[in-house]
């Protein structure tokens, strides 16, 4: 008997599928309850707007207010993550210290954290009579209910999500090509700029994004902390959690405003790992 005949491909076995997942039939109705589960309530949502008036809803002053400022503070934030998320993530993948596993576990504790919990330990931190607050008060810097909160809020639970990402990344990549530009003789500044960053570039990007999504969509840390001024510290979810009570139609057009940002904000990311997964 031949080796094809005692070891037919794995098309044959399938009745010719290429696509075969391997997945029991039975386990599609768990995932379709699932994915429905997300879903209606954005359908209701949807279903429930006014739709004569979502313009109208979304242009109104205070909404676009809460929303420049949104999309302002998450942008600085997301710059804050990559200026302390790439070297933390980089730190923690790349080398071996004392207490390296406790290290992650406490920047990664906001993950886990509720969000007002964070707000009380940024307030207790930065506040006038904080930890810090009471020096960077004399020295002329207030912090707390202001739009620097806002973004140190959203800093604060969206640094994670970057860390986690990139040291996933890292250990994906490896260090081999690092090594060899080491063993050429360049410099570890000169392997980081040249090898480790271009590596890291998808990514990077992808960590980057979700970032930028999680800083956006911050509310607990950010009330606790920052308060909630109009066109200071009042981002959109916070007017959209003003607005359920005195417009509940403002409060679900704003809402939808959100979940079309994040469906972006996934649609690029997914676009980004397909195309890290290409190049590796």
Aim: hydrophobic share 50%; proline share 6%; net charge positive.
């Amino acid at each position: 008997m031949s080796t094809t005949e005692a070891n037919p491909a794995p098309a044959s076995r399938t009745g010719g599928r290429a696509d075969y997942s391997g997945l029991p039939r039975w386990l599609y109705v768990p995932a379709a309850a699932g994915a429905l589960f997300v879903l209606l309530p954005l359908v209701a949502m949807v279903l429930r707007m006014d739709w004569t008036r979502f313009g109208e809803l979304i242009t109104s002053e205070s909404s676009v207010a809460a929303l420049e400022l949104s999309l302002r503070t998450s942008v600085s934030a997301t710059l804050a993550c990559l200026v302390l998320g790439v070297p933390l993530a980089l730190a923690l993948a790349r080398r071996h210290f004392p207490g390296r596993d406790l290290v992650r576990s406490i920047v990664l504790l906001p993950l886990v954290l509720p969000p007002v919990v964070g707000g009380i330990a940024l307030l207790y931190t930065f506040g006038r009579r904080g930890l810090l607050g009471g020096t960077l008060d004399v020295l002329g810097i207030p912090v707390a209910f202001t739009t620097t909160a806002v973004v140190i809020a959203q800093t604060f639970v969206a640094l994670p999500f970057l860390v986690v990402s990139l040291e996933g990344t890292l250990r994906t990549v490896g260090q081999r090509y690092e090594l060899v530009a080491a063993t050429l003789g360049a410099r570890p500044s000169t392997v980081l700029r040249r090898v480790t960053l271009p590596l890291l570039l998808p990514g990077l990007a992808s960590a980057t994004v979700l970032s930028f999504a999680r800083a956006l969509g911050e509310f607990g840390a950010t009330v606790t902390f920052a308060g909630s001024l109009q066109g200071v510290t009042r981002t959109l979810p916070l007017e959209i959690y003003l607005q359920r009570v005195d417009d509940p139609d403002a409060a679900i057009a704003l809402s939808l405003v959100l979940v079309g940002v994040a469906v972006v904000v996934m649609l690029v990311t997914n676009r980004i790992s397909q195309r890290a997964l290409t190049w590796a």
